[in-house]
């Protein structure tokens, strides 16, 4: 008997979308999905759990270890919950490559699932925006993709104010560690170092930075040297750039970092962007720019990263393709423009889907049921959005209480006057009220709706 009354709850790190959080949830993906398709990608989706492999490969130990893993009783496939995207776009694109335009252009709003600590904005199950172009190896493409995140930023209510889209490029890390004389076998530990920085103790990170050989002290003033000149128009041409050059054993990746940030600055962009070679992104299938973007109180985790990731696609069997792409979460998305009060009301995000009901009819009195009956069927049949009341009250000031909590535009009053073919239409944003015929009630409010 105590099973019988266990009470359950969500499993830790998922939500339940009620009506309201999810009318906030389509109103984010709309945002996503209309930018998106403004700057010429197309949507796509995948299977929400892949073969194990397809994430083993390549992806890195971080990810591989959040993985949600199963095997089906019956057989010895081992199989995994989707954690990200990219690995799923790259299987899809190896598919049909030949048949696919140059570039490709894609985008996908799909859940994901990672196997870890629920903490403020990360949660277990999350909803993410991922935008990749396929087939483009000129940093433009890069640029292209950063500028259709800052649209959707600015369509979302923020500022360059409130947000850093901060650049960085993974050739340029690892010709800085040649620089500063860190053997190649152990650029990974460094890299992941530089990507764990600040999510470790500062002892326990020396301590392991001097086992492989590896200064932060070093690293970051190389990083001051580099970030200091990068967006200079001459760059490429300063004693500096050529110094480094060499010293980095022409590892420095100048064109694509810097041509990235110049078509950046010239879409009018800058104040938007930044130099930040500290960021690596922990995801190992990275080979070039990356960039994270991070709201400038500093408060939040990043609100969306991403990079080039050319050589992806061959791993699948796929001819040699650059890519490069990002991805945004809604976890701290939504945080953000709580915490910020950009998110819209209820009623604000019902009449930006048109889900606002028209009409919201009332029965006064038991006799007129049967005729708001008809009426409701009659006005749908119109192709209006029509509520009615399940209360048995006849309180009329009561059920006009509910009509505004849904947000309706119109009342309708079936009552004493439908002895003259008549009802009381009342217009809940004005509060006028008219005795209008009962046959006029559609047009009338068609007509308000345009």
């Not at 005729?371 to 006849?394: C, D, F, N, W």
């Not at 535009?409 to 009962?438: C, S």
Request: charged share 25%; glycine share 8%.
């Amino acid at each position: 008997m105590a099973d019988m009354t266990h009470k359950f709850q969500a499993p830790k790190g998922t939500r339940d979308f009620y009506p309201a959080e999810m009318a906030v949830r389509r109103y984010i993906e709309s945002v996503w999905r209309e930018v998106s398709i403004n700057h010429g990608f197309e949507e796509i989706d995948g299977p929400t759990f892949e073969h194990l492999e397809l994430y083993t490969r390549k992806s890195g130990e971080e990810i591989v270890s959040q993985l949600f893993s199963f095997r089906r009783a019956d057989g010895d496939t081992d199989y995994a919950l989707r954690p990200e995207f990219t690995p799923t776009l790259a299987r899809m694109y190896s598919a049909r490559a030949g048949q696919l335009p140059k570039p490709t252009k894609w985008f996908c709003i799909p859940s994901f699932f990672r196997a870890e600590r629920p903490q403020r904005g990360r949660l277990r199950e999350f909803f993410q925006w991922n935008i990749d172009v396929l087939g483009d190896d000129s940093p433009r493409a890069d640029a292209e993709v950063i500028a259709c995140v800052i649209d959707v930023l600015k369509r979302f209510g923020l500022a360059a104010s409130n947000v850093r889209v901060a650049l960085g490029s993974r050739p340029v890390i690892i010709g800085i560690l040649l620089a500063i004389g860190v053997d190649e076998q152990h650029h990974s530990m460094a890299l992941e170092l530089l990507d764990r920085r600040d999510r470790i103790e500062s002892n326990k990170a020396e301590r392991i930075a001097k086992s492989i050989g590896f200064s932060f002290a070093e690293f970051d003033d190389y990083v001051s040297t580099v970030s200091s000149v990068a967006f200079e128009s001459d760059a490429r041409n300063s004693p500096i750039w050529r110094k480094l050059q060499t010293q980095m054993r022409g590892a420095l990746d100048v064109n694509s970092i810097l041509l990235t940030g110049w078509s950046l600055l010239e879409r009018g962009l800058g104040d938007w962007v930044s130099l930040d070679l500290s960021i690596v992104r922990g995801l190992a299938y990275y080979t070039g720019t990356v960039f994270e973007v991070h709201e400038t109180t500093g408060k939040e985790r990043a609100i969306a990263g991403g990079g080039r990731y050319d050589g992806l696609v061959e791993l699948f069997g796929g001819p040699s393709t650059p890519a490069v792409g990002v991805a945004m979460g809604d976890v701290v998305l939504r945080l953000m423009l709580e915490d910020r009060g950009l998110l819209p009301s209820e009623t604000e995000i019902a009449q930006h889907f048109g889900t606002q009901p028209d009409v919201f009819v009332i029965s006064a009195n038991e006799d007129t049921d049967s005729h708001a009956t008809k009426l409701i069927s009659e006005l749908r049949t119109a192709g209006l959005h029509v509520r009615q009341s399940y209360k048995s009250t006849r309180n009329v000031g009561k059920l006009l209480g509910d009509a505004n909590k849904c947000s309706a535009r119109f009342a309708v009053i079936v009552g004493d006057e439908l002895q003259n073919g008549n009802v009381q239409l009342k217009n809940l944003e004005t509060q006028d009220q008219d005795t209008v015929a009962l046959n006029d009630v559609a047009q009338l409010v068609r007509s308000a709706k345009r």
